[in-house]
């Protein structure tokens, strides 16, 4: 491998000749063989899409020429569509501000940007990644305007059309089944009746109420810290910067981010993305229940509940000839504990807004887009491989509702708590069915607990 050499403000450093990035980048290579996590590509894409409206605005406030301006646009604009995935390598374990994934980014943009203008890489490069491409920013706001950037993109591009596409299937399951009546369960014990249509609108009040608290965080995402540079006073940045960058990244990124109204808070905080991923903790404890309940009422396919059936995708075992698993149900509650994992970081993470700056946000966003990525492709996969698919088993369904002890709380407004939990214990213990415990005890005729103890009767309003 042939090598040229950069310089930054510690000296000379060996760059291989093939790569866009610079000195700065290949340090923090050196230094930092840690794990192997790298900054996930929706935040690259982001970053680029930072550097490419400030390139913009600098040029419109005059501090930029038309010609750098023109080829840093195009060099983010090819970063910005995967062209140069590659040329950034540097892990999530790294400074804490993200300051060497700043200038990596700042690197990979002043060299491509010096080749579309007919010059080299590194030192003789026409473009220079801290006076054109960081012009007016520093890594303290421009990494936490990413993380905004990232996340806000991220949650509305592949994670709210994914929880709406679980939702209206769910919905539709509702509907399908609204007529058929089963036996509940509470404790996981036998409880009075409703219809599995009931059931599964739960499941869609879960999800709808999810929806609703993912799209209450996005406000707070919407507020970019560019614009705050260092500290949060805007030193070295013109006055217009910070509200004509926010506009220029809304105009591209066709989401409403405004200026941070307080650049302290912006920079020494990310209370934006702890109180998102709250929400998205709380999307995966629905999930988690979700997915339970359907692979329990699906358990089986002759020896367990069996009220429901779901697709058979794939063989179930090594050894057991026959036997398919929901296995749709336990990727889903896997990935629901590794969000959960993943706001316990950014809980830690989120607290260590030291003075003013929190120098975790490397791991903040790495763990939040992984959530993001985790729910929108479960909850995808979860729909068209299972969710889809549910079918009601009618037979075992009525079968348990008809064998069921709890359908005697019909019987209380008729004969009184005391004697109808009598009749329910004599049936358990004799092994009788309810009607014929009920008529020996002498408190109902057979006939009145035909006319009173009718299943349908009992899961109130439903369509």
């Not at 120098?359 to 299972?386: E, Q, W, Y």
């Amino acid at each position: 491998m042939s090598y040229r050499e950069e310089r930054d403000a510690m000296g000379v450093v060996q760059v291989p000749e093939s790569a866009l990035w610079g000195a700065q980048t290949q340090r923090s290579l050196e230094n930092f063989k840690i794990s192997g996590e790298q900054m996930p590509a929706a935040f690259i894409h982001a970053l680029a899409q930072v550097k490419r409206s400030a390139a913009t605005v600098n040029h419109n406030l005059d501090l930029l020429n038309t010609a750098s301006t023109a080829a840093i646009i195009q060099a983010a604009d090819e970063v910005i569509s995967g062209q140069h995935d590659d040329e950034f390598p540097l892990v999530i374990w790294q400074t804490g501000s993200g300051t060497q994934t700043n200038m990596n980014m700042n690197e990979v943009l002043a060299n491509r940007a010096s080749e579309l203008l007919g010059g080299g890489r590194g030192s003789n490069r026409k473009i220079h990644p801290n006076d054109d491409v960081n012009k007016g920013q520093s890594s303290n706001d421009v990494f936490p305007t990413a993380m905004h950037v990232a996340a806000a993109q991220s949650i509305h591009h592949q994670l709210i059309p994914a929880i709406q596409l679980l939702r209206d299937t769910l919905a539709n399951k509702t509907e399908a089944f609204s007529g058929i009546v089963k036996i509940g369960r509470t404790h996981l014990q036998d409880a009075t009746p409703l219809t599995l249509g009931q059931e599964f609108s739960g499941y869609v009040a879960q999800l709808d109420h999810g929806l609703q608290h993912v799209e209450a965080a996005l406000p707070h995402l919407y507020e970019l810290a560019l614009g705050g540079t260092a500290v949060g006073t805007g030193l070295n940045a013109h006055p217009e910067f910070a509200a004509r960058v926010a506009a220029e990244i809304s105009y591209q990124t066709r989401l409403p981010f405004v200026t941070a109204p307080n650049k302290f808070e912006a920079l020494a905080s990310n209370d934006a993305l702890v109180h998102a991923h709250g929400a998205l903790k709380t999307l995966a404890a629905s999930l988690m229940k979700i997915a339970n309940d359907i692979r329990w009422l699906a358990s089986g396919p002759r020896c367990g509940i069996g009220e429901l059936k779901i697709p058979e995708n794939e063989p179930g075992s090594s050894i057991m000839p026959g036997k398919v698993n929901p296995t749709q149900s336990e990727a889903m509650t896997m990935l629901c504990c590794q969000v959960m994992g993943n706001d316990v970081a950014i809980n830690m993470g989120g607290a260590m807004g030291n003075f003013e700056l929190n120098v975790m946000k490397p791991l903040i966003i790495h763990n939040f887009l992984h959530s993001v990525r985790l729910l929108a492709d479960g909850i995808t996969s979860f729909n068209d491989h299972c969710a889809v698919g549910i079918e009601a088993n009618h037979e075992r369904i009525d079968a348990l509702m008809q064998h069921s002890l709890m359908l005697v709380t019909a019987l209380n407004p008729h004969i009184g708590y005391d004697k109808a939990s009598e009749i329910a214990k004599k049936a358990h213990h004799e092994g009788t069915t309810l009607k014929a415990a009920a008529v020996a005890t002498g408190y109902v005729t057979a006939e009145q607990f035909d006319a009173w103890v009718v299943p349908e009767k009992m899961v109130g309003k439903h369509d």
